[in-house]
């Protein structure tokens, strides 16, 4: 099992005092170097007649990054910010600020009474991942600030990284803070195209002033579009905004901006994403205090872009857990509610190479009517199948409704002593800042019982599974569950899935996909899912002559966490080529959407000798694109190799690259 971090936050002047100072610190369990400058700043001109002149000059600061540059200003007094990517414009200039509870606006007449800036490099282990180490290396810069009409202190800290960028806001002031609204812009160059999608809707590739208008009269309404949103800009910049460490604050929305066609602005949401619950128009926070992160993961092609989004982990507060021994990724199979099911599941699990079982929706009864969820239905014989699996080295996981969930504490003891191993909740509705404590404080109960947790429906990634890595998987997507087209699926990895893990239930040999099984296949290894339901809809009984499946060696070794990741082809809403390492074995996703296409992937990633490349790829067209076979085939193939990847409309290939 992969090592815990420990790390500490650069960048704070220590000392408090005047002019430049310098000092390296050396943590323990990583390797840093921080350089850390602070000097107040004090803005009186010489004379009185430069004083319209010296108002007039922005004041800048930048920080520089790979590429990537953020820059926040001063201009008139107002805050604005923008980012750049080797000199291309990825955010035009646009508004910083935060509205306050009684009325203050912070950003729009400010003066800086003090400026940090410095850069840190760090590495660490994530328990499971894309890989097994993360390189976390920024230059910040940090404004101290003060609002001239009501004297309140703030701040403002960005990040540039090779990766992207960040910035968040810090509310200074000891005591109480009650923020109403938030009001960074994001103003994109001409010609974006972002990809707007709303709970479990289609993504639709729109200019960001025609966010399609949704919500009903007990949730957000307008033009307004769920995180992570992803624009493409010309000549395949990409870039994808997203948020981290959202801690006891609202979730963030986009939304088109009335005479700004090419601006998004910032929207904390108000309701729940379902409208269940009490409306929060503001939210009040202990002070000093830091808003969630604001990510740009920037790639100056579509590829990159998917190798980038550990950007967002980087920026989420370490690892809680002093052990993190028991929490183990892997392949999940959910069961029919009866014993028999239970016990067939665990076999399956067994033969399959599957590490978990899953009762879901039922089990307790009626979820939408049952508000106990101690007791499982006659059907069930729970502690026996509880003690097969044990005995058989295969954990079990349990669907609770969030009706069910009125004392997380109580329940998640009581399947602890079961022997149960991780809890799949459902219809977990985010977006308020209570709603953002409630989900936290339930990762953090489970945590403390050693059990893994899933979240369900409208539940969007903030990197929190880097602080509490039992909170392995959450869904906020639309799921493959409602078979969705090809070009949906190849949106995913440059969209949903840069914000983190998703639970995608992987649906094989399905007459209602529409795709292909090795389109289906591919799923193991282009997108991140460290928990991943496999066989959806099934029952072990399909499966009873392998032979008819010949993807199933695929799916029995194809793991879920993994030591190396390599994007070697993609564009959004078309096709995608993900290669990722476990040991000395890669396995190779690739996926099309409904056109046909063949693409040329060197295999330069592999390693020094001679590889057994077994792949499972399409075979001639049928009718519907369920009914393309998949064929297996196998080639020897070196680092030198190129190979040519086939894939049938709504195909894909999966390939298995082992050392020979």
Known sequence: MRSTEDREEPARDRAGTRGALSRRWVLKGSAVTVALAAAETVAQPAHAADETAAASRPLCATARMGGNSITMSVVNGALRWSVDHRGRTVVDTSVLGLELGDGTVLGNDVTVTRNQHGTARTTWNPVYGR???????????RWTLRDSASGVRFGVQIRAYRTGVALRYLLLDEGTATV???????????????????????????????????GTSS??????????????????????????????????MLRSTDGQPGTLSAFLMEHTARGTGPV??????????ATPWRA?????????????????????PPNALADTSWIKPGKVFRCELSTAAGLAGVDFAVARGLQYIEYDAGWYGPEFTTTDATRPIAAIDLPSVISYATGKGIGVF??????????????????????????????????????????????????????????????????????????????????????????????????????????????????????????????????????????????PSKYTNPANWPGLPWFNSVPTSWDES???????????????????????????????????????FLGGGTYTATVYADGTPGAAPYQTPVVVSSQ????????????????GQAVVLKPS
């Not at 890989?131 to 810069?141: K, L, M, P, R, S």
């Not at 399905?510 to 292909?516: E, F």
């Open 131 to 141: 890989n097994a180490t993360v390189t976390d290396h920024y230059q910040e810069q």
């Open 280 to 289: 929060e128009p503001t939210s009040t926070v202990t002070t000093p205090f």
């Open 636 to 651: 020897s193939v070196t680092s030198e190799s190129t190979l040519s990847i086939a894939m049938a409309p709504a195909g």
């Open 398 to 539: 349990l669907y609770v409704n969030r009706l069910a969930l009125t004392d997380a504490d109580s329940l998640f003891g009581l399947y602890k002593s079961w022997g149960v191993q991780g809890i799949k909740l459902g219809f977990i509705n985010d977006g308020t800042q209570t709603m953002t404590d409630q989900i936290t404080d339930w990762a953090k109960t489970a945590a403390r019982y050693r059990l893994l947790i899933d979240m369900h429906d409208d539940v969007r990634p903030f990197g929190y599974e880097r602080t509490y890595p039992n909170w392995i998987s959450l869904e906020g997507v639309r799921g493959n569950e409602q078979f969705p087209t090809a070009t949906h699926n190849v949106t995913l990895p440059f969209a949903r899935n840069i914000g983190g893990p998703m639970d995608y239930t992987i649906c094989y040999g399905q007459s209602r996909d529409k795709t292909t099984n090795a389109h289906q296949m591919a799923m193991a290894a282009v997108y991140y899912q460290p928990l991943n339901f496999l066989f959806w809809y099934d029952k």
């Open 296 to 316: 740009l993961v920037i790639g100056s092609t579509h590829a990159e872009l998917v190798d980038n989004a550990e950007l967002i982990l980087n920026l989420a």
């Open 566 to 604: 390599r994007t070697l082809a993609g564009s959004i809403g078309e096709f995608v080529a993900v290669a990722r390492r476990s040991g000395d074995t890669w396995y190779l996703g690739a996926m099309t959407d409904e056109t046909s296409r063949t693409l040329s992937v060197p295999l330069s």
């Open 219 to 252: 949730t957000d309404n307008g033009p307004l579009t769920d995180l992570p949103l992803t624009a493409t800009l010309t000549d395949g910049l990409i870039a994808c905004v997203c948020e981290s460490a959202r801690l006891d604050f609202p979730r963030l």
């Open 180 to 214: 109403s609204d938030e009001l960074t812009t994001f103003a994109f160059p001409d010609d974006t195209t972002v990809y707007s999608a709303r709970d479990e809707d289609a993504y639709v590739p729109v200019p960001p002033g025609s966010i399609p208008v949704t």
